[in-house]
């Protein structure tokens, strides 16, 4: 086996345990002062918290081994591209099915549907996020091949956003905030955030360090927007009958 593909997990594994094991000490002392749960309840959460371990430790050094490396390689030869257009479908498009396949918002629609028993259906939820991200990279291309100021974008977009609270059901406002979180999780901030930087990289002037970033809260502000849009809908349809 490649020893390369497990250089640095013994560090990364350090880092994942940092990380979870203050929420296990916390678990613990609630056991100890308040819950007292028998062995046969307490085995399934502690095989959860092995498995959370052992996925984020693999996860990351995935990150690290694959989604970063690609991610700068693909933006770099995108950047290289006579057609510099092609950009904006192709960041809709990666965009879309990113933050489709993002499990911070599949657990989030979950939750919402569960919630609402069933009014706010998952996947109505889901391609609302899921277009409003594709969207959100689209205009982030934009912004990268003329070069203009991501406050253009970022100050009017959270405008907008308060004025469109005024019109949308309270439960809505709280979901799209949350959306604005979970939309920019791993898989955006891995691999579509690195092929930023690689397409900043090669295109005329721009500079990777401040042209490559900034997407990440565009892709931050879209789904509050594309959530707010349909709870003013939903809000209409309520009038109306």
């Known amino acids: 086996m490649n020893s390369h593909l ?22 613990l002392i609630f056991q ?23 996925g984020l430790s693999l996860f ?20 290289t591209y006579d057609f510099i257009w092609l950009l904006l479908p192709i960041g809709f498009l990666l965009g879309f099915v990113a933050t489709y396949a993002e499990p911070a918002v599949n657990v989030l629609i979950h939750q919402v549907e ?17 277009i409003g991200v594709g969207l959100s990279v689209a205009v982030a291309m934009l912004r990268l091949i003329i070069g203009i100021s991501l406050w253009v974008f970022i100050l009017p977009g959270y405008i907008a956003a308060f004025l469109m609270m005024r019109h949308s059901p309270r439960a809505f406002i709280s979901i799209a905030f949350d959306a604005g979180g979970v939309a920019t999780g791993p898989m955006t901030a891995t691999f579509i955030l690195s092929m930023f930087v690689g397409i900043a990289g090669e295109i005329g002037e721009t500079n990777p ?33």
């Open 114 to 130: 569960r919630a609402s028993r069933g009014y706010i259906p998952q996947k109505l939820l889901l391609y609302t996020i899921s």
């Open 60 to 79: 990351l050094q995935g990150v690290y081994l694959g989604f970063l490396p690609i991610g700068r390689l693909i933006g770099a030869e995108l950047g």
């Open 32 to 54: 100890v002062q308040l819950f007292r749960l028998s062995i046969k309840k307490i085995l399934p959460i502690m095989t959860g918290f092995l498995f959370t371990f052992l």
């Open 209 to 241: 360090l401040l042209d490559g970033f900034g997407m990440v809260a565009l892709v931050a502000l879209a789904p509050i927007l594309s959530v707010l849009t349909l709870g003013i809908l939903f809000g209409r349809k309520e009038r109306a009958h």
């Open 6 to 27: 497990f250089q640095g997990f013994g560090q990364t594994m350090l880092e994942v345990g940092a990380a979870l094991t203050p929420l296990l000490f916390l678990f």
